[in-house]
Every structure is written in C-alpha cells, then in structure tokens.
C-alpha cells in the first residue's frame, strides 16, 4: 500500500497542479463589426477604476495587456478606434476528495476467508476520511468598446485558478498568463475569414 500510495499521489498532485494553472478562455463579439478598423486603442478609466481588485494588480494587468496589444500591432492614442476596460470576479473553490479507495495490508473485521473474525490480511480500504481543499477561481474579462458608438463590440474571459502567493513575480507571470491567452482570441477568426 505504502509503495502503491507513494507511487499515485505524486501522479495525482501533478494531474491536479497540472490543471489548475490552465486558463479557460471564450470570447464573444459583434458580428457586424470590421474589427481591421481597429488601429489604436485606449484605457476606459471608468471602467477599469470599478474593477475590485488591488491597484498593484490592476496596473499589472494593464501593463500585461500593453504588451499583448503591441504585439497586435495596436498603437496606444489619445484619439483611439477603441477602448480597452476590465472587470474581475473571484470565488473560493472546494474541492473535496474521497480518499477511501485501494487495496493494502491492515487490521479489521473479516477477509475473503471469513468475514467475522478480527486480524491482520489484505483488503480494501484507504485514508480515513474526505480531504478537502480550497483554492481561488477567478475569472478577468477584457472588454473592447468603440470608441465612437461605446458599443462594446468584443469581450474576453478568462477563468482560471489564481495563484495566493506573496512571490510577486509568480504573481505577474499568472497575470501575464491569463491576458496573453485571453488576447490570443482577439480578432474574431470568423470575423477575418468572412471579409
């Protein structure tokens, strides 16, 4: 049992680290809308000063996507085609697991041999009992809004698991994580393969 338990939970803390640091992402938009119209961009202030997370987190976050609108191309301008705004949401996630699986060598009532006598042999059984866990799910939308209509005419959601840690730089590259994906939906393939 011990081998067997030595064996599967490091295979299980990898499958369970494994998915939590990926970033579910979907994105919606406007269909009516030329999205190659869109050449500079701007921050909505007011939109983002609603945003409920840390001003440290929020200047990360519009840093992260200074950087990803660069590498689109887009221009920062005080005259802009759209306006970039975000909002965050966050909620505790449990988790909880039933350990009381496997096979292993214990004391306990019967065995395949008899099951009312008290000894020593192998059955089934495992850990005492449900392990419970909890961690931060949060999702990050980025919202596009034209800048003439204030139309919002794209937004992206990333949801995702945050990292609690003081590491400030575990902390950007999370942050930076999230954006870049989220980012990676924009523009709307549909949208370019039909003009």
Do not use: H
Request: proline share 4%; glycine share 10%; aromatic share 14%.
């Amino acid at each position: 049992m011990k081998t067997f338990k030595a064996f599967a939970l490091p295979l299980l803390a990898l499958f369970f680290l494994s998915s939590c640091v990926s970033v579910r992402v979907v994105a919606d938009y406007d269909r009516e809308v030329d999205f190659k119209d869109y050449k500079t961009y701007a921050f909505y202030k007011t939109g983002i000063d609603k945003a409920q997370i840390s001003d440290l987190d929020k200047r990360r976050i519009l840093k992260a996507i200074e950087a990803e609108m660069g590498a689109k191309g887009f221009v920062k301008s005080q005259n802009p085609d759209i306006l970039v705004s975000i909002f965050t949401k966050e909620r505790e996630q449990v988790d909880v697991y039933n350990n009381n699986f496997g096979w292993g060598w214990g004391w306990g009532w019967g065995g395949w041999y008899n099951p009312w006598v008290w000894g020593p042999g192998w059955g089934w059984g495992g850990a005492w009992g449900p392990n419970v866990s909890t961690r931060t799910q949060g999702s990050l939308y980025i919202d596009l809004i034209d800048a003439e209509t204030k139309q919002l005419v794209w937004q992206g959601r990333g949801v995702g698991t945050l990292n609690n840690t003081s590491n400030v730089e575990k902390k950007e590259e999370r942050i930076r994580e999230f954006v870049s994906q989220i980012l990676e939906k924009y523009p709307p393939i549909q949208e370019l393969a039909a003009n």
